[in-house]
């Protein structure tokens, strides 16, 4: 093989590491989708989406600063905050027809019900909605989505003292919102 030929040093940017990546989380990300919308074509696009950007910004993971897990919680948040900016223009505009990828039956029940599933998680988030955003997506991240606080700090771009900071904060508000049990804002380790 030539220089210019060889494969590249960063796992991600191989064709077949990248297949297995996404094989590998395929599940968790569409996991986290389907706890932020009921729509299953939206999540069956925004997982897509979420690994289109991966692969897009595969340059940017830097293995010394993390697990690739946190990383790619970081671009699926930027997919669906880039996604919610989107979707709060085209509100505002003349509706228009939006194409949509056309999902056969089977895809369709499988969606509905890994969203279904996900109900208690979309509860939780909606008592999360009126916290600081900061405070708001530490939480997402570490209750609801399971991540180590230093993996969701990675997905943030913070420091992971911050991040306990956040973390302790946004539970102690929890704790006086009525309904919410003391129990979801408990993680092992914390």
């Keep these: 093989m030539r220089p210019e030929q060889e494969e590249p040093a960063d796992p991600l940017t191989r064709t077949q590491a990248f297949e297995d990546f996404y094989l590998r989380h395929f599940d968790l990300m569409a996991r986290f989708v389907a706890r932020r919308t009921a729509d299953p074509h939206a999540v069956a696009d925004l997982t897509a989406e979420i690994f289109l950007a991966a692969l897009h910004s595969r340059h940017t993971y830097r293995p010394g600063r993390g697990s690739e897990t946190g990383w790619l919680y970081g671009v699926a948040r930027n997919v669906l905050l880039a996604q919610r900016r989107r979707s709060e223009r085209e509100a505002r505009a003349v509706e228009r027809i939006v194409a949509r990828r056309l999902l056969d039956g089977d895809d369709i029940a499988d969606l509905t019900d890994r969203i279904d599933a996900e109900e208690p998680a979309r509860r939780a988030l909606s008592a999360m ?39 302790h904060r946004a539970r102690r508000a929890l704790r006086k919102v009525p309904g919410v049990a003391a129990a979801a804002l408990v993680t092992e380790g914390l």
Excluded: C, F, K, Y
């Design 129 to 167: 909605a009126d916290l600081p955003e900061g405070e708001r997506a530490l939480l997402e991240l570490v209750v609801i989505d399971q991540l180590t606080v230093a993996e969701a700090a990675q997905a943030l771009g913070i420091r992971v003292g911050t991040a306990r900071v956040r973390l």
